[in-house]
């Protein structure tokens, strides 16, 4: 519990130091551009095939879960909600913090070991403002757009599993789709993947920065980046879909 807390103190400072430097330094609009393009490029094809078999699942398992009811045709409505809702902003968010985040706590975790962080220091360069702003606005950037991008291969890909393997009605499939979600929901799911962005790029490069000496150091830090951020990410999602679809007031 001790080490715990000391965790989340040391945590709370490094997010205190970086927010002072971000608004006293003016980040290269070039760097987020690179940072994003980079962190998608290299998150887009493991999200592709996440994103197909995971619609693909959801189809066949609502389809078996509503057939006994006299659901079936329901399949959309379930693919869409369950996509749309949940399912698509988290996978988007795990896939970018197995991919970008372990290369953002790997390569500042270098940067420690090798001095280069405390050169940047001597040399009058912000290491907050250098290093952990521009792949927070990249990160910020492209996961909203790769959860769209995953929404629409979730209800894709159950589309065409409704249709062509369990002999359903593609209208109606798309229709109960287009029923099942709101604009709102595309705008709560980019509202998520931000927020997912921001503490998988605070958490790995928190790691990153606090990184021990050795290839044993760097290999924790990289591992506690992906499990703390895939776990942080998951519990904040319960409470933010409590806070925009369940009617909690905090």
């Known amino acids: 519990m001790i080490a715990l807390l000391t965790r989340t103190g040391d945590l709370a400072w490094f997010v205190y130091d970086f927010v002072r430097a971000a608004l006293r330094h003016r980040p290269p609009p070039g760097r987020a551009m690179e940072e994003a393009w980079r962190i998608g490029f290299k998150s887009l094809p493991i999200l592709l095939i996440i994103s197909s078999f995971v619609g693909t699942n959801l189809a066949l ?36 913090a197995a991919k970008a985040g372990t290369e953002m706590a790997s390569q500042i975790g270098v940067m420690r070991i090798r001095e280069q962080i405390d050169a940047l220091e001597v040399m009058a360069v912000n290491p907050y403002a250098h290093l952990v702003t521009p792949r ?19 209800i894709a890909s159950g589309y065409l599993v409704a249709v062509h393997q369990l002999d359903l009605n ?81």
């Open 170 to 250: 593609g209208e109606v499939f798309l229709r109960f789709a287009a029923t099942g979600i709101a604009p709102m929901d595309f705008v709560y799911g980019m509202l998520k993947a931000v927020f997912f962005g921001v503490v998988i790029c605070v958490v790995s490069c928190y790691f990153g920065f606090t990184c021990t000496a050795g290839p044993q150091g760097v290999g924790r830090a990289t591992n506690r980046a992906v499990v703390v951020s895939a776990v942080v990410c998951v519990v904040c999602n319960y409470f933010i879909s409590e806070l925009l679809y369940g009617g909690i007031s905090f």
């Open 61 to 96: 398992q609502g389809y078996a879960a509503m057939r006994p009811l006299g659901g079936g045709r329901l399949v959309g409505l379930f693919v869409a909600l369950a996509g749309a809702r949940e399912l698509a902003p988290i996978i988007a968010a795990s896939m970018v």
């Open 136 to 154: 927070l606005l990249g990160i910020s950037l492209v996961l909203p757009a790769l959860t769209i991008l995953s929404i629409f291969l979730m």
